[in-house]
């Protein structure tokens, strides 16, 4: 089955670490996007990718990183620059942007918990 | 800039009742407008998409929205509401030209539908 992974479903991260959320996609899309929800915020961009080897910086990108090394993989890591990191990360991915402009298609989503 | 405001953050119904979820953008110029749902701990799914054409979408589920230009609205319907249905529901821009295709989201409606 074409989709979206994200992985693991929960992740804890201690003060001062850095925690890596992966995400991959089988379905031969060019870009891919990391949101972060929060409860009553909706979700919020935090980098997007149009292409391998490229990403930019969405509206909240402070505190986090991507690599786009391949075409199906944009993982996102969460610094210890990070001051409040708990939340929910979705993934999402879409194919290149042009006339029709694609619709973007969600992962399932990975929990982070601070301890 | 763009922005999405749901007005209603929670809403009730019975359930063989219809369903009416608020949606108003304010862009620069017609936007593209998605509707998602969101089940608990789950990622997003797409309900219906507003790209060009017949101002009356139909999506799955038996959802339909409509696409109001003079009054910047997209608001989500269905005539008889499923105690399946029960989810939060997010109203979605993205622009038509460049942009990276990056969407921006309302903070969404959670949906409770009383058996």
């Known amino acids: 089955d074409g989709g979206i992974t994200q992985s693991p479903k929960y992740l804890f991260r201690k003060e001062g670490q850095n925690v890596t959320l992966s995400c991959e996609q089988n379905?031969?899309?060019?870009?891919m996007y990391w949101y972060r929800q929060d409860p009553g915020q909706g979700l919020r961009l935090i980098y997007y990718?149009?292409?391998?080897?490229?990403?930019q910086k969405g509206d909240i990108a402070e505190g986090y990183s991507v690599s786009r090394e391949k075409k199906e993989s944009f993982p996102l890591t969460v610094t210890s620059a990070q001051k409040n990191p708990t939340a929910f990360y979705l993934c999402?991915?879409?194919?290149?942007?042009?006339?029709?402009?694609?619709?973007?298609?969600f992962g399932p989503g990975t929990r982070l918990l601070v301890l | 800039a763009q922005s999405v405001t749901q007005p209603d953050i929670h809403i009730t119904v019975s359930e063989g009742a219809s369903l009416e979820l608020r949606c108003n953008y304010s862009?620069?110029?017609?936007?593209?407008l998605f509707w998602y749902v969101q089940s608990p701990g789950q990622g997003l799914q797409l309900l219906l998409k507003?790209?060009?054409?017949?101002?009356l979408v139909q999506g799955i589920k038996g959802f339909e929205a409509e696409f109001k230009r003079s009054q910047s609205t997209f608001n989500l319907r269905k005539p008889s509401v499923h105690w399946s249905d029960a989810a939060e529901y997010f109203c979605?821009?993205?622009?038509?030209?460049?942009?990276?295709?990056?969407?921006?989201f309302g903070t969404g409606t959670q949906l409770k539908v009383e058996l």
């Open positions: 507003y790209f060009s054409g017949d101002t």
């Open positions: 990718s149009q292409i391998v080897n490229d990403f």
């Open positions: 862009y620069g110029a017609t936007p593209y």
């Open positions: 979605a821009v993205g622009p038509r030209s460049g942009g990276g295709n990056k969407l921006t």
């Open positions: 379905l031969n899309h060019d870009a």
């Open positions: 999402a991915s879409s194919t290149k942007p042009g006339p029709t402009r694609e619709t973007q298609y």
